[in-house]
């Protein structure tokens, strides 16, 4: 059974950074494809940064250059640092993991999710 579990969201100013973090219980981090995604209200969920099995990265363009995705596979934790954070950075962010990610900008791609941290930005 995998459970994934986020921290460290909270509120901070335009301009501010924070540092999201998801523990993997009950998988082997490294086999799997992660991604953080985010909701805002109103908003269909949307892929924020992926990190694949072999370690590629992808981004969002509106995060490219101020989030970067890492990944500690010995701690079975991954991170999303957020740098220079926009009023439209607010939203709820959510961990995922998957097996078989063959598309990873997909939301149905991933089958296990984490409750969510939330972002707020002002």
């Known amino acids: 059974h995998v459970q994934l579990v986020e921290s460290g969201g909270g509120s901070v100013p335009a301009g501010g950074s924070l540092t999201l973090t998801c523990v993997n219980i009950g998988a082997t981090y490294s086999s799997y494809c992660m991604g953080w995604f985010r909701q805002a209200p109103g908003k269909e969920r949307e892929g924020v940064a992926t990190e694949d099995s072999d370690g590629s990265v992808d981004y969002a363009d509106s995060v490219k250059g101020r989030f970067t995705i890492s990944k500690d596979n010995a701690r079975n934790t991954l991170y999303l640092q957020m740098n220079s954070l926009k009023l439209e950075d607010t939203a709820m962010y959510y961990c995922?993991?998957?097996?078989?990610?063959?598309?990873?900008?997909?939301?149905?791609?991933?089958?296990?999710w984490g409750q969510g941290t939330q972002v707020t930005v002002s």
């Open positions: 995922a993991s998957g097996r078989y990610v063959a598309d990873r900008t997909l939301v149905s791609e991933y089958e296990y």
